[in-house]
Structures are given as structure tokens and as C-alpha cells.
């Protein structure tokens, strides 16, 4: 993380990194688009499928928390993180998965929050947390960051960690004190598509003082609800051999953009593996659900470069050498670009009366 001291290699811990990508043999996904889903789609998908029983829950906090800043007039990001897994099985031994760790969406989150907006972190449970990310996800043993007190009688955070680690926990109690931060986590493709929904609908009353960014990874293919059998899946069932037959998840992102949340900002993430694909790719997304951004990303470089993709034309963001030195997040010249536009996009709002 920025400035802070690295801590010492536990021996417990591997120092490989595991889920660093083959750059070879990465999977290409230039595979034939699917089109954006339509009302019919919209209403098949959330009748066919049960809402998880705790979204009513949701829906309250995210409306007290909504109805708390709207009295203030604080702007809200609604900020989603990590991927969405596909289930095999109803009673989930098994699934589908992807490589996101939710790393974007929480340090983004961290940026939106030091720049004034509330935060819903939509984030799979599990992955990177806002302020937390500092000291989790890492091949160090957050025991590394303590010690024992010169009597040996209490635990003490390291002297080398103190100074970064009260910067963090000031703007962590900030946050907490000022309940600017609400959390709310997904596993399933489908639990984010629902509390996705919800959210957006109940963030409707702020209209443009909302934006969405949409940092997920979201399963590009899911099993229904009608193909999903209810328990473990035996392999005498399956002749030895599972063949998984995945149906395409409707593209929702137009559904956003045209009903549920029609007068806020959208700015999604497109990601590739293939640089020569991925500025079309981008461009295809913002014209097929006419939103106001598209973040191109490539998964080998997403960390340093990102291509801003609107219908002005393409702006490419990246960190020069001596920023990746001192480890500075990506995230951090993002979220003030997207800030400034937001602004923009309020004040032309305004302009038209709306
Ligand atoms: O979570 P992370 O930091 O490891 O990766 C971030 C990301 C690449 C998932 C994100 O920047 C992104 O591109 N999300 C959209 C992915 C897509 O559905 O195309």
C-alpha cells in the first residue's frame, strides 16, 4: 500500500502468488455479445427466480442510509466489488467463480468516501473491505503488524506500522462515526442482481446526486433456477463425466440505465484480456447501454492503466514509473476524474430543468 513499510515474511506463509494471471494462456472472452435485455427479459429473470430471503432487510437499510443523506444533500456511490459466483448446486458444494478480489471497488470506495459521497459497498462477501484491505488479502499474517508491549503483558500495534496504520484508522472511525459507509455483501450471480435492483430503485429519490460504479465482475453465464439440482452432484448420476451447459445472464446493465435508476450516473467497467479488443469492446457497451462511461481495463495491467471510454472520444490513464514505485493506487486519479464529471453531469442536468 502507499508508504507503508513492508512487514516481515512470515514463515507460515507462502510468498507465491497464486492467483497472478498466465499472461499466455489467459482466457480470451472476444466471445459473440449478447444483446442487452430487454423488459420481457427483466420480468422472466426476477419471476423466475427466488429473491434471497434477506432482501427485505436490505431494502431498509439501504433506505434509512439513502434518506440520511438526502436530508444533507451528500451525494451517494453506489460502488459494487468483486465477483459474483454461479452455484452448481442448491445446496452449494460446488461453483463457478472468477479471479476478482474486489481490489478496484474497495479502494475506489476509500476515494469517493475522502471526497465527500457516502458509500453502499455492494461487495462480494469475503473479498477487499474499504480501510480494512490495508491489512487483509496480503501474504502477511496480520499478526506481522503487532507486537508485545515492552512488559509483555498487552499487544501493541508494530512501531513501524503506527503512523500509516492511524491514518487509515482516522479515516475508518470517520466514516463509521459519520455513518458514511453502509456495506452490503452478495455471493451469487443472482443476490447481485437483485440487491443491484433494489438498491437501484430505492437510490431513485436522489436522483442525479447518485452514481453507480459498477466494478463487479459479473458472471457472464449462469445455471437456472430450473436446472439447479438440489443437492450434491454425484458422479454415478452423471455417468463420471459433469458436463456444465450455463445459459447467458441477461445483460441488465440497459435495464439500469432505462428503469431503474433513468437519472443518475453510470459508469461501468469493461474488462479484456486482449488489448486489440478492448477499446471496441468498450465502445460497443456504452452504445449498446447508452450510459455515460465505460472503464476499459486489461486483466494483466488494470492495476496501472485504465482507458476512459465515453462518447467524446478515449482517454487512457496510467501511472508513470516513479507512481509505481511509491505504490499509488490507480484508484486514486480515477474516482476525482469521475467526481468532476459527475459534477458536470448534475450541472447539466440542471440546465435542461430536469
Ligand atoms: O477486483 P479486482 O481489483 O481484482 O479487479 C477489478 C476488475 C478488473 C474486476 C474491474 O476493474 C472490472 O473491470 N470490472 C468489470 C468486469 C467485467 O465484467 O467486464
Keep these: 500500500e502507499p508508504g507503508s513499510p513492508v512487514p516481515p515474511t512470515s514463515p507460515l506463509l507462502s510468498r507465491v502468488h497464486t492467483s ?87 479502494t475506489s470506495a476509500e476515494y469517493f468516501l475522502e471526497k465527500g459521497y457516502a458509500v ?28 508485545e508491549s515492552p512488559d509483555g503483558k498487552k499487544v501493541e500495534v508494530d512501531e513501524k506500522f503506527q503512523k500509516e496504520m492511524l491514518v487509515v484508522l482516522k479515516k475508518y472511525r470517520y466514516a463509521q462515526e459519520n455513518n458514511l459507509l453502509l456495506m452490503v455483501p452478495f455471493t451469487t450471480v443472482h443476490q447481485y442482481l437483485f440487491t443491484l435492483k433494489l438498491i437501484a430503485q430505492e437510490m431513485s429519490v436522489i436522483g442525479y446526486d447518485a452514481i453507480f460504479y459498477l466494478a463487479a465482475a459479473v458472471s457472464d453465464f449462469f445455471l437456472p433456477s430450473s436446472r439447479i439440482p438440489q443437492h450434491k452432484i454425484q ?23 432505462d428503469s431503474w435508476a433513468p437519472i443518475a450516473m453510470i459508469v461501468s467497467f469493461k474488462l479484456e484480456t486482449d488489448n486489440t479488443i478492448l477499446i471496441s469492446k468498450a465502445r460497443t457497451a456504452l452504445k449498446r447501454y447508452n450510459h455515460q462511461l465505460v472503464i476499459g481495463n486489461l486483466l494483466q495491467t488494470r492495476k496501472k492503466q485504465v482507458v476512459f471510454v465515453t462518447a467524446e472520444g478515449e482517454r487512457w490513464i496510467k501511472l508513470d514509473p516513479e507512481q509505481i514505485k511509491e505504490n499509488v493506487d490507480i484508484e486514486s486519479i480515477i474516482v476525482p476524474e469521475i467526481i468532476n464529471s ?9 440546465r435542461m430543468g430536469l
Design 20 to 106: 497472478a494471471p498466465d499472461t499466455e494462456s489467459a482466457i480470451d472472452r472476444s466471445i459473440p455479445e449478447f444483446p442487452a435485455a430487454t423488459p420481457i427479459d427483466e420480468d422472466n429473470y426476477f419471476r423466475l427466480h427466488r429473491p434471497p430471503p434477506y432482501l427485505s432487510q436490505i431494502s431498509s437499510d439501504v433506505a434509512e442510509f439513502i434518506n440520511f443523506h438526502h436530508r444533507v444533500n451528500r451525494k451517494v456511490a453506489l460502488v459494487t466489488s468483486g465477483g459474483t459466483t454461479v452455484p452448481l448446486e442448491n445446496n452449494t458444494v460446488r461453483f463457478i467463480d472468477n479471479f476478482s478480489a474486489g481490489t478496484r471497488g474497495a
Design 120 to 147: 453502499i459497498f455492494l461487495h462480494r462477501e469475503f473479498s477487499m473491505l474499504p480501510y480494512s484491505r490495508h491489512y487483509s488479502h496480503t501474504t502477511n499474517c496480520f499478526l506481522d503488524y503487532l507486537t
Design 235 to 257: 458422479s454415478k448420476e452423471v455417468g463420471g463425466k459433469l458436463v456444465v451447459d450455463l445459459e447467458p445472464v441477461p445483460k441488465f446493465l440497459r435495464r439500469l440505465v
Design 342 to 350: 459527475h459534477n458536470a453531469w448534475i450541472e447539466s442536468r440542471k
